[in-house]
């Protein structure tokens, strides 16, 4: 029993606890997560402080948005996009375990990743209040809460990141920000809003409903919005949707979306219990009797708030004309994704979503206070202007800027440096070396890793696909849409194509050959030559001849404009790096099938042509007799590790009955360590709630292999492996002159492929 002695009635403290750390990290969102297991993994001892008791911020059970970035819903012409590295490892996991898209199993798998790290120390519930300074431009610690075990803890770093969203250490260390929108004059872009628009994202509620079986009546609180005709969209309403499906359930973008939080969270709250009021007791739904309110949001999703200054600001043009940056560390690809101040209640749509042609480099610059000295920025708080923040905004961006800072910190202790010296003190290169290592992708960049022992390496495969043929198998598909079927091709004259349709009834045909104008992009938007072809009754066999040449590598789009009267031959099999696309309508990102937008707002007029999500977006039946050798063994080595103008990996032929690549060396070599990348498929978005996903590893992915030394000893093996990126790290050194890695095709209609072996 503990019996307190004071008596007297004095005073007293709580507990205090001193810890020290190379970095503290603010914030337990994804872009926390993924900073502090990136620096974690790089030796850093990381503090991350989180005030919420889950991980995972807006992604969490707590406000249940889905994880969204470069990808898009499939709904651009970002091809292969996702995001790599540890976001990669975490979406990856969750559609393994949780293709339901439970928030509640993603708060579970969150904490069970950075558990799993030793040199991380996770205070969950503990809220930073304050900051210490050592001088001007220097934090020396900062102060931090946990109201569950009444501890107050001084938590101090040489460095520190502030992943939390509104900004909370940077704001208290004095480093620069801004809140609002810039004007069109300050940095010439031309989709600044107007005053009148806002210019402020504001936050969102969100809930869940679920059929009892049985009728469910609902008694609104005395709270909850009674006019539901106050919400413009009010008929948009009904049954079925729930969740952030119901994004545009917004407000607070006239107010301060910090210090206004609480009086925001309320209005979001009426307007929540009004909605469900109106969907439970209007008469309008019948169909939802036996619907009872399951959960609602009691922390709001926020959008906007504090934006900080570092040494560059990310501006519109930045994105839309796809800018190089000597520094870049990650890339976004979300749309200029703005919304009206007014939300909820404005007249005007819920979203002013604009897209670029492809992916744009994030530049490090972005990533640190131009001011205070010791400040990591990451999140959402990065250095970028109200319109591009309209991009980098979102989870899975914001998340893989992070890793980047993650991995910055690592450098900064190791060299004994300030975040800006690893520009000014040339860490840049090193930098974007070890982030390429681990699968941060660079748009424009591979890997040059003189470490790698297979650089020095003979290769050798038992085969490489030849892509002469997607074989056809009585699996016809009516061409009710315009699709393109992406095919890589080298420089050089474009050599015919064939392939087959049937009708019913005489018509035409209208196919063309287009190609991006940019490399790298996969945006068709140039055409090549065009041409129109004669159908009869019957089966047709189509040899399309096109007098164009491959200026440089990359894809063409042999594009097929629709006709229901037609059907095409298809294939079962898929590819690594192999896609048909099509031109089709995604309303959820503001895809209508092409973007036209106003002439004055800086944005480009142009198609889209997205993928279909499995099982649909099967690949044309089609024979190209002169296909180019785009599969073979040395891709492991060439530094890029998802497809980009190329495929990028290894494919073996699917006749192989025991796909094996074999590395070998003159002299024997001692290995301690090997990478493997596989094709998890960077091109699937795998939001993490609500999509309820049909596959929970990607088709592409190899699943078994082993990998032997010269002297046919199994030093590795692997069962049922659905990851990116397989570290292995033995637990003795390796004495070889050849490394063996014997796999297993995924499936008979896809063949084993890998993006890169690299051996330490």
């Known amino acids: 029993m503990k019996v307190d002695k004071n008596s007297t009635g004095s005073k007293r403290s709580f507990v205090n606890r001193e810890i020290q750390a190379d970095l503290i990290v603010t914030g337990g969102g994804l872009s926390g997560v993924c900073c502090a297991i990136t620096a974690a993994r790089q030796g850093c001892k990381v503090v991350l402080v989180q005030d919420r008791p889950v991980l995972g911020g807006n992604c969490s ?112 260390s004095g480093a620069a920000f801004r809140m609002g929108a810039e004007s069109t004059e300050e940095f010439g872009e031309k989709f600044a809003p107007t005053e009148e628009y806002g210019e402020l994202l504001g936050h969102t509620l969100y809930f869940y409903s679920k059929d009892t079986g049985r009728p469910v009546n609902f008694i609104p609180p005395a709270f909850a919005l009674e006019d539901i005709t106050k919400i413009p969209r009010f008929k948009s309403f009904n049954a079925q949707e729930f969740g952030c499906k119901l994004w545009w359930i917004e407000y607070g973008g006239r107010l301060d979306t910090v210090h206004d939080t609480e009086q925001i969270k309320w209005e979001l709250w009426k307007v929540v219990y009004g909605v469900w009021n109106y969907i439970k007791n209007s008469g309008n739904f ?88 010791n400040l990591f920025l990451a999140g959402r708080v990065i250095s970028a202007s109200h319109v591009a923040f309209g991009s980098t905004r979102v989870m899975a961006t914001a998340a893989y800027v992070s890793q980047a800072v993650g991995m910055a910190a690592a450098i900064c202790k190791e060299e004994q440096v300030l975040p800006a010296d690893i520009i000014k003190k040339n860490h840049i290169a090193a930098l974007q070396e070890r982030l390429l290592k681990t699968g941060q992708y660079i748009p424009g960049m591979a890997l040059t890793d003189k470490k790698d022992k297979v650089q020095s390496a003979t290769i050798k495969a038992s085969s490489e696909l030849l892509l002469q043929e997607l074989p056809e198998g009585n699996f016809l598909k009516r061409l009710n849409l315009s699709l393109a079927q992406m095919v890589p091709l080298q420089a050089g004259k474009i050599e015919p194509f064939v392939i087959h349709a049937e009708s019913e009834t005489e018509t035409t045909l209208q196919v063309e050959l287009r190609i991006s104008s940019k490399t790298g992009n996969h945006t068709p938007d140039i055409t090549l030559a065009a ?33 229901p009267l037609v059907q095409l031959h298809h294939t ?189």
């Open 61 to 172: 059970s707590e406000v249940r948005l889905w994880v969204l970035g470069a990808t898009s819903h499939m709904g651009n012409n970002n091809r292969w996009a996702r995001e790599g590295g540890v976001i990669d490892e975490i979406l990856v996991e969750n559609t393994y375990r949780n293709p339901e898209g439970n928030a509640v199993i993603l708060d579970m798998l969150l904490l069970d990743k950075v558990s799993q790290e030793p040199n991380i120390t996770l205070l969950l519930n503990t809220a930073v209040y304050d900051v210490v300074k050592k001088d001007e431009k220097t934090i020396q610690s900062v102060k931090a809460f946990c109201s569950q075990n009444q501890t107050e803890y001084n938590l101090s770093a040489p460095l520190f990141c502030d992943a939390s969203g509104d900004g909370v250490v940077g704001f208290l």
């Open 572 to 760: 079962q099999k898929r590819v690594t790096g192999i896609l048909s696309v099509f031109n089709t309508i995604n309303k959820a990102v503001s895809n209508y099938g092409k973007q036209t937008p106003p002439e004055h707002i800086g944005m480009d007029a142009f198609e889209f042509w997205c993928p279909q999500r499995r099982p649909e977006g099967h690949n044309i039946a089609f024979k190209y007799p002169c296909s180019p050798e785009i599969f073979k063994a040395d891709n492991i080595r060439n530094g890029i590790d998802r497809p980009t103008s190329q495929p990028n990996a290894w494919v073996a032929d699917w006749k192989d009955a025991a796909p094996k690549l074999t590395i070998e060396w003159k002299e024997p070599q001692s290995i301690n360590h090997i990478d493997l990348f596989f094709d998890a498929d960077y091109d699937h978005p795998m939001e993490s709630v609500l999509m309820h996903h049909p596959e929970t590893n990607m088709p592409f992915c190899v699943r078994n292999y082993q990998v032997k030394d010269t002297a046919g000893n199994v030093i590795a093996m692997k069962k049922d492996n659905y990851h990116t990126h397989n570290a292995i790290s033995l637990e003795q050194p390796v004495l070889t002159d050849k490394l063996i890695i014997e796999l297993e095709h995924p499936s008979s209609d896809v063949p084993a492929a890998v993006f890169a072996v690299r051996c330490y």
């Open 531 to 563: 041409q129109e072809v004669s159908i009869h009754p019957g089966r047709n066999c189509i040899q399309l001849a096109f007098d164009a040449v491959m200026e440089e590598p990359g894809y063409a789009f042999l594009t097929i404009i629709k006709n």
């Open 286 to 373: 019948p169909e939802a009797a036996n619907l009872t309110l399951e959960w609602v949001g009691t922390i709001p999703g926020k959008r906007e708030s504090r934006r900080f200054e570092g040494d560059y600001m990310l501006v519109q043009q930045d994105i839309v004309e796809q800018r190089t940056h000597e520094d870049a560390v990650a890339f976004g690809g979300w749309s200029i994704d703005l919304h009206p101040a007014d939300g909820v209640f404005s007249e005007k749509p819920g979203c002013n979503q604009w897209h670029a042609k492809g992916i744009y480099q994030i530049p490090y610059r972005t990533l640190y206070s131009k001011n205070i000295s």
